[in-house]
């Protein structure tokens, strides 16, 4: 979670709310080298990308161009710079799905990787989260703000933690949704796990947000909490169980209800790494194994953070990458996997001018050498990227 500075020595509880002392809990960061140096963009210009092979979210096309102009995906080469790529592979820009946003340093680390959008799960103030926003060259984002939480959580206990954000019964509901819609949130967060918000609560938020047309993200790690999410009708569930594995009965109903499902694997291999009784990373994966099973929408998101007292923090851009390859492993095909941070993401938050390689969209573009489509981890093979058709300097 996007906490201020001030706040942020004294946040030492863990994420998840699962109630461990986090000073217990070795931090697992990896080194990433957007950190090492701020990174230039170019000023954007009409540049035709010669000799590429397009992800068209079910195939490699054979070598076309691809133009960039003016910010979007231009019809014309005329008058353009030609850059000969010579059979290397375009990619949509990808969209991380579960980010925590901290500041600029988190938008170049995720644009060097190639990671065009990040959708925040959580973040305050306000005026933080506006500062990120509409940056030119930079990841393009969208976020929660701050999430509804049961008094008692992890979360609660955030020095600065705004009260009207910490929930005892459902008639509180409405007031909370028009609180983040004032602050410019751009879906609502809720919280399900113990210590959590009441069935009745979690369904008031659900239905004042969609009665304002908002998405409900539902934070939910055990088979009981999914089980609640899934009773109140919220659009996507965030993490799946450590404790078991989720049955085909409970896939099935988010097939029915068209409930959506980002896994954050990288983080619940992490969590599960940490060695606490009752946590497996091997249900969290039999649990995506049988979602997919199911044809539910699984989309890629790693809960990447730089928040001091959890244990867990995946690295901004790196770990993208890496939750593909989990997603392959957990039974995705390649093909699935590059959907689930492409076009899924971008229906699922109706983000339509991005999330495919098409005229009058973003020019929001990852090239890189290798076929993904037969090895997922060429994604980290990175030449060159652009950023609402500004250029980027990859990592590396």
Partial sequence: MCIPHTNRRDFLKTAAAAGVAATTLPA?????????????ADAPQK?????????????????????????????????????????????PGLIDAHIHLQDVTTLQQLSGWGVTTG?????????????????????????????????????????????????????QALAFVRARIGEGSDYIKVIVDEPGLSPATVKAL???????GKLVMAHATSALTVGRALDAGVDMIHHVPLDSPLSDATAARYAATGTIAVPTLTMMEGFAALGVPGWSYEAAEGSVTALRRAGVRILAGTDSNHTP??????????????????LVRAGLTAREALRATTSL???????????AVRVGSRADL??????????????????????GGTEYAPVG
Wanted: net charge neutral.
């Fill in 119 to 171: 959708l925040d799960m959580a973040c305050f103030p306000p005026s933080l989260v506006a500062s990120l926003r509409r940056r030119p060259g930079l990841t393009d984002i969208r976020s929660a703000g701050t999430p509804a939480v049961a008094p008692g959580s992890p979360q609660s206990g955030i020095p600065g933690f705004p009260a009207n954000a910490i929930l005892t019964g459902p008639d």
């Fill in 366 to 387: 990852v090239l890189i050498d290798g076929d993904p489509l037969a090895d997922i981890t060429a994604t980290r093979a990175i030449r060159r990227v652009w950023v």
């Fill in 309 to 326: 007292g959890i244990p867990v923090q995946p690295p901004f851009g790196t770990s993208l990458h890496h939750e593909l390859e989990l």
């Fill in 47 to 91: 540049v035709a990308l010669t000799g590429v092979r397009v992800f068209d979210g079910d195939r490699l096309t054979s070598p076309r161009t691809v133009v960039i102009d003016n910010g979007l995906i231009g019809p014309s080469p005329l008058g353009a710079r030609q850059i000969d790529c010579a059979g290397a592979v375009l990619l």
């Fill in 28 to 40: 697992l960061v990896a080194p990433t080298a957007a950190t090492a140096q701020e990174r230039t």
């Fill in 345 to 355: 993401p971008a229906q699922s938050f109706g983000l339509r001018d991005r999330g």
């Fill in 206 to 212: 659900t239905v004042a947000a969609h009665s304002f």
